[in-house]
């Protein structure tokens, strides 16, 4: 098996190096172009524009933003926060395992299987011949908005998106959802930008392409992956890496061919959601009886999480 260290391509750069004896990394990394968009800017993409009088508008005629402008030292915080908040969410949650040895550390010595560490890394461009491989126009609408009101969106075709001053902010959303046969009021947790840099490794919405509602998820667990409205991270999406992998090695013989990679979530997580339907169950006691079990205020939901002093809330800074 040879190795190639360093590859490009349109969609993203990668690099794969040996960071142990036992261990390889495999870093993505982008050039990311974020523009500046004020109330005086003109554009026109797919799905909106704007002629400079202070509103961005639907290409549907739907819905216009009234927006401001970015204070100075606003955007520059954006800008070192957008790489940040990338790098330490996507970045290091995936690890390739082989199926069998396939790395020779040194001359003489018996092949290991070694692991893969997934990586992200970010370079954030200001200028168009620095060669981005994607762009996001970022806007800060008028505090009279609210978030809800706009629809942040990433078109991996295009390589290009609209992002919010507020998308790199940790959030909660209410939606109707359905837990077994009923349905409940639930309330997720998410990191928007996560969600379009998601388009951008070129995943779809849990259910699908539609930005229908359906899309974004039916159940607990559809709604709580990251391509639907929460923050949960799934095997599945350790396949950009997998597909990245295919062109660094290069198959040489009949095993070497046999060598798969299977990308799996590297070490626990935490899937920040709350039902307000949820009916705590008392456990039953050695005696037989229903008592009541103390549950400490600061632990709400099934899944344990400390949602009141938030001591898990995803890294955004």
């Known amino acids: 098996m040879n190795i190639l260290f360093s590859q490009r391509s349109s969609r993203w750069d990668s690099l794969l190096f040996p960071i142990e004896d036992n261990r390889f990394e ?52 954006y800008k070192r926060d957008f790489k940040s908040v990338i790098e330490r969410n996507w970045g290091d949650r995936f690890v390739l395992i082989p199926n069998k040895p396939w790395y ?34 970022c806007i800060h609408f008028h505090p009279d908005i609210q978030q809800s009101n706009f629809q942040s969106y990433a078109s991996w075709y295009y390589g290009l998106g609209i992002i919010t001053h507020e998308d790199l902010q940790f959030y909660w959303r209410l939606k109707a959802t359905k837990v077994g046969k009923q349905q409940h009021q639930v309330e997720f947790g998410q990191i928007l930008v996560l969600h379009e840099f998601g388009h951008i490794l070129g995943f779809d919405h849990v259910n699908g392409e539609s930005n229908e509602d359906w899309a974004y998820g039916v159940t607990v667990d559809q709604k709580a992956d990251t391509m639907g409205i929460g923050y949960h991270f799934a095997n599945r999406h350790a396949e950009p890496w997998e597909r990245t992998l295919k062109r660094h090695l290069v198959r040489e013989n009949r095993y070497d061919n046999t060598v798969k990679f299977i990308g799996q979530t590297n070490g626990p997580q935490i899937i920040p959601y709350w039902d307000n339907n949820w009916e705590f169950t008392p456990t039953p006691s050695a005696s037989g009886s229903n008592q009541p079990v103390p549950i400490d205020d600061a632990v709400r939901g099934p899944a344990g999480v400390i949602w009141g002093h938030m001591a898990n809330r995803p890294i955004t800074e």
């Open 104 to 137: 020779t550390p040194r001359a003489g010595s018996a092949p290991i299987p070694a692991p893969i560490k997934c990586s992200i890394a970010i370079q954030v461009v200001d200028f168009a011949d620095q060669n981005p491989h994607f762009k996001f126009r």
């Open 26 to 77: 495999l870093t993505l990394q982008f050039r990311v172009r974020l523009i500046r968009i004020e109330p005086t800017s003109h554009f026109m993409d797919p799905g909106t524009y704007m002629n400079g009088d202070g509103f961005l508008r639907y290409l549907d005629g739907h819905r216009t933003i009234k927006l401001e402008s970015w204070a100075d030292l606003e955007w520059e915080t």
